[in-house]
């Protein structure tokens, strides 16, 4: 016989063999019930209550990421926010109030923008403090009421135009951005660009600003200035109020801002990102293309703004010239327009009301799947046409000096 | 073995080994869910598409999803355009006249046909396939309409079949 | 009780795990595949807890832990400078469990270097690091395999410290790689090929995941299970020693050797006497490292700014006490240092011929007094250069020279060099003995390694000045 394991042995095994039992089933219980799922649940409650809808919804359940590819954006916000998309939700209070300004959410959708592009924040994150910040390791706090207290208690500023001017820097003025409107003028009432080259042109006596939102905090000299947050926010509000009192070395010169305006600035600054990796269409206002000769973009403006736009806009010209507008098609490949209400007679035996709503030949396929036009849109059609028609009529009158 | 030690020894190693089995049902949980994904970096299954009203009578492409909305009045469907065949991008090619028709029993009025340019394959327009190597109908997907602001919704990970209509 | 049947089908699976009989023990050792690794007795002293602390089974759990962690994270994380720090945010929020994987691989791989570090001091004061009877044994060898083995584990570790890519990652790949650089000679071409190039980008990344997940694991565990062979043909832990020697000293006198490890009074069956112990030892490591991994967080600090270096940047734990060194000469210690340190090592075996007190902590009193003498040494003459490098810092000095070397010869990381030497001669000519010469200087060693790696770690702030654990570090300015 061998001896046998002793007592203690088995005890110690014991002990031992608990721990890491406890130490799973801990592990298990902290992960159980984060925090999400509560409000989803809440979400739910509010849903079948106030407005019947379909649910549970099981889409809604879990966690909810928004990926925009092109901007690198993962965002989860909608997983607490579960209200923000709702144009009309019997709930007052985050994490389920909808979006106040729906009209922004319509025209920058959060499957194309995510939240944080506009927001600030940390889209990663599943918990509150982490999303919103700040955070010790996250730069870009969620740029809400809460943090622009810290800066002007009374009335705090709309920091998240910041991030506004991100995609929106090249146009000159944007409705909805007032304040960083306010800055841009100031850029060009100031002359900035004496000094500073931006954008490509512009001054070598100080730095070039063109991504001067990028600098990282530790590059910034808060030796002789030390504000309170120590933020590269109010370096800059600082600096732009009396820059040798932050830059000893500095020659820029004072340019009698009040403060308002040297906030307004500041924020302008921490805006301009380098934009090189978004795609066109994220920034209005940049110029893509070829350049144009003023000729060129003098035959542009006329179409637009002609009396005969509508054609212009339906694309209906790059076939049918309209020559009661003054509108040569590039093709010709279809009769003119000032005349459709004959040609449609003599050639297809039918009005022109009828002709539209009945198509035949190339039209019948042009309608039905290159511009198709709904109902109001053919009536609109038809009331062009026929005013082209009149004038064309007109003009005919007054150069044969005949009455038709 | 009726020495109470040994009996006792007995008892413990079977339990500290019933603790230890135990113990690995977390471990072997911990280890196992965490390889499931919980999110995906994929183009979301489920997406809006536009409100009714903006939708034409009969049948409108939508090239970036690949996808066929159909309108017949207040009757919506929406059919993949996806062959399935080999995954190219059927066209819709209407006809100059409806004809009426009957489809594995099912007797309607048919405006065109879908055809693949890549290796020829047709189908009707509620999807089944009758001509060339696509061995099965087109995929109808469920539709409804987004409780929050009133949108068409289209679901690729529901398949629905012809029956379908989405009223609204 | 469950049916003869039943109960034989189980004794058929298990009954090497738990012999009944002498027979049964001596078979299971090599009739079962996992056991064979164990002798078929085992000395009750190289049983003993106290004796080795199991610090090498730990080291090794701590690798399968490392392991098993590893490839569950590998489903998730991506080796791309665009990509890594993103999958890393996603393991931490949205994988499940995987900020407890995440912390458990973190702190298991801390907790390896500690328990190889512990393992190598133990063997050292063990005397286990050589043999005292014939030839049959090698433990020179096996200890050179060793040092080799740490410096795998500090590989490892070093390479998985970049894989977050963030500012922590990349800063401390930066000072690390640095440190190689200014090994003379060899130095420059290691580092390129480290860094796939002169920057530390894609191509580092790439080759450190690489080094990491497959180089060095494969390697390490290779290593590992020559390792633990080399123990079992060298007739176990060295706590076998006193048996084996009377073994062969009956040998020598013609009597019929007792079979050295026969009689239940100096040993036992490895089945189930060893098997249990490690079993213990496995589940508490990994209780331990679950519970640790619970309290601490991993730390994952903002994405990595190549332009943008943290002030202080400091290298992974494990090389702070190097990089103090480094800040009062580069190439002391960088290069002369940590060569010494792992020749040095190494070379023990060598060095120390005596063979005595194999298998007994400390030899014996006198070993003791030397031990503490030496570790008393290295505390004092440690804080000393640390004083003389803060008060009286070379180059003010001696403000007019402008010579590298000057100061590469003179400054307190040479002193300090200079210093241990000088404790080995002076214990070898008091004493006659190696032995007692290797302790005290190991010592000294250890306990100077342990106080420049707390002064790196936690005494060492902005600019690399001192500030005492009550004075508060400078405050960081943020964006908003």
């Given at each position: 016989m061998i001896p046998r394991l002793s007592r203690r042995e088995l005890i110690v095994l014991l002990a031992v063999a608990s721990a890491f039992l406890v130490s799973g089933v801990a592990v298990l219980l902290v992960d159980a019930r984060p925090t999400w799922r509560h409000y989803q649940e809440q979400f739910e409650d509010i849903v079948r209550e106030?407005?019947?809808?379909?649910?549970?919804?099981?889409?809604?359940?879990g966690i909810q990421q928004i990926w925009v590819e092109p901007l690198g954006v993962v965002d989860r916000c909608t997983t607490c926010h579960q209200g923000v998309q709702w144009s009309d939700l019997a709930a007052d209070e985050h994490p389920w109030r909808p979006h106040p300004h729906p009209e922004l959410l319509r025209s920058h959708p959060v499957e194309e923008y995510g939240c944080t592009s506009c927001h600030g924040g940390q889209g990663y994150a599943l918990d509150e403090d982490g999303a919103h910040g700040p955070s010790q390791h996250w730069e870009e706090p969620l740029l809400g009421r809460g943090l622009a207290a810290a800066y002007d208690a009374d009335d705090p500023p709309p920091l998240y135009e910041i991030r506004c001017n991100v995609c929106h820097r090249y146009e000159r003025e944007t409705p909805g951005m007032p304040v960083i409107n306010r800055a841009k003028a100031l850029v060009r009432d100031k002359g900035c660009v004496i000094c500073h080259a931006i954008d490509g042109s512009g001054g070598r006596f100080g730095p070039d600003l063109t991504a001067a939102g990028d600098k990282k905090p530790g590059l910034y000299d808060f030796s002789v200035y030390a504000g309170e947050p120590l933020s590269v926010l109010n370096w800059h509000i600082a600096h732009f109020v009396t820059p040798a009192e932050v830059v000893?070395?500095?020659?820029?010169?004072?340019?009698?801002?009040e403060a308002a305006d040297a906030l307004a600035l500041s924020m302008l600054m921490m805006s301009w990102r380098d934009d090189g990796r978004l795609r066109p269409r994220y920034l209005p206002g940049a110029v893509y293309g070829e350049e144009q000769s003023p000729e060129e973009m003098e035959r542009d403006r006329r179409l637009r703004e002609s009396e005969g736009a509508f054609f212009v806009e339906n694309t209906c010209y790059v076939c049918h010239s309209v020559e009661a507008h003054d509108i040569q098609s590039p093709t010709d490949m279809g009769p003119d327009l000032s005349r459709a209400p004959e040609t449609a007679r003599a050639r297809f035996s039918k009005t022109l009301d009828k002709f539209l709503a009945e198509p035949t030949g190339t039209m019948e396929t042009v309608l039905e799947s290159h511009i198709p036009l709904t109902e109001a849109q053919k009536a609109v059609a038809i009331e062009e046409i026929r005013r082209a028609y009149e004038i064309a009529r007109n003009r005919e009158q007054i150069r044969t000096g005949r009455p038709d | 073995m009726s020495d109470p030690a040994i009996q006792r020894r007995s008892f413990l190693g079977k339990l500290a080994a019933a603790v230890l089995g135990l113990a690995s049902l977390p471990a072997a949980w911990i280890l196992g869910r965490s390889l499931v994904p919980n999110v995906h970096y994929e183009a979301p299954r489920r997406y809006k598409v536009g409100r009714p009203d903006v939708f034409p009578e009969g049948v409108s492409f939508l090239e970036e999803r690949r996808l066929f909305v159909v309108r017949e009045r207040n009757a919506f469907h929406a059919i993949s355009a996806i062959c399935t065949h080999l995954g190219c991008t059927v066209k819709y090619a209407p006809f100059r006249h409806k004809r009426e028709m009957a489809v594995r029993g099912l007797s309607y009025t048919s405006r065109g046909e879908f055809v693949c340019p890549c290796h020829g394959s047709r189908f009707r327009d509620e999807g089944t396939n009758f001509t060339g190597p696509a061995p099965r109908p087109l995929v109808w997907y469920h539709m409804d309409v987004a409780p929050e602001d009133g949108q068409l919704r289209i679901d690729t990970g529901r398949e629905v079949d012809r029956d379908f209509r989405l009223t609204v | 009780m469950a049916s003869t049947s039943e109960q034989g089908m189980w004794r058929r699976l298990l009954w090497s795990w738990r012999p009944e009989s002498g027979r049964e023990a001596r078979r299971a050792v090599v009739r079962n595949f996992l056991l064979h690794w164990f002798p078929t007795r085992v000395a009750r002293r190289s049983l003993d807890y106290g004796y080795s602390f199991y610090l090498g089974t730990i080291s090794f759990a701590l690798f399968a832990i490392l392991t098993v962690t590893g490839i569950v994270l590998m489903c998730y994380y991506v080796p791309s400078v665009e990509r890594a720090y993103g999958t890393m945010k996603d393991i931490d929020t949205v994988v499940s469990f995987g900020w407890f994987l995440r912390r458990v691989h973190r702190i298991a791989a801390h907790m390896m270097v500690v328990s190889v570090l512990l393992h190598m001091v133990r063997v050292f004061l063990t005397g286990a690091y050589t043999s005292s009877t014939s030839s049959v044994a090698r433990r020179e060898v096996n200890w050179i395999a060793g040092v080799a083995l740490l410096v795998l584990t500090l590989l490892l570790s070093f390479t998985g410290y970049l894989l977050p890519w963030d500012q922590l990652a990349y800063w401390a790949t930066t000072v690390g790689t640095s440190i190689v650089a200014s090994i003379p000679l060899v130095g420059p071409p290691v580092r390129y090929l480290l860094v796939g190039g002169s920057e530390i980008g894609q191509a580092t990344l790439l080759r450190f995941y690489v080094l990491h997940i497959a180089a060095l694991p494969l390697v390490l565990l290779g290593l590992a299970v020559w390792h633990v062979w080399r123990v079992r043909k060298d007739g176990g832990l060295s706590a076998t020693e006193p048996a084996l020697r009377q073994a062969a000293e009956a040998v020598a006198a013609g009597r019929a050797p007792a079979a050295a490890l026969d009689d239940d009074e100096t040993s036992l069956p490895s089945s189930p006497h060893l098997t249990t112990r490690v079993l213990i030892v496995v589940v508490a490591t990994v209780a331990a490292a679950s519970l640790l991994a619970l309290a601490f967080p991993a730390p994952l600090e903002m994405r990595a700014s190549p332009q943008a270096p943290p002030n202080p940047a400091k290298a992974p734990w494990y090389f702070l006490g190097l990089q103090e060194l480094v800040s009062y000469s580069g190439f002391v210690g960088g290069a002369v240092i940590p060569l010494a340190v792992v020749l040095g090592l190494a070379l023990i075996p060598l060095v120390d011929r005596e063979r005595r007190g194999v298998g007994s902590w400390l030899v014996d009193g006198a070993g003791r007094a030397w031990a503490g003498c030496g570790a008393a040494y290295g505390l004092v003459v440690t804080c000393g250069i640390l004083a003389l490098g803060e008060l009286a810092p070379m180059r003010s000095l001696f403000p007019g020279v402008e010579s590298q070397l000057f100061f590469d010869v003179l400054n307190p990381a040479s002193l300090l060099l200079a210093l241990f030497v000088l404790l080995y001669w002076d214990v070898r000519a008091s004493t006659g003995s190696t032995r007692y010469a290797a302790l005290a200087t190991f010592c000294a060693f250890a306990i100077s390694f342990a106080l420049l790696t707390y002064t790196g770690t936690a005494l060492r702030g902005p600019n690399w000045e001192l500030f005492w654990p009550w004075q508060a570090w400078p405050e960081h300015p943020t964006l908003f």
């Open positions: 106030h407005h019947g809808a379909a649910v549970p919804d099981e889409e809604l359940r000893p070395t500095s020659i820029m010169p004072d340019i009698d801002l | - | -």
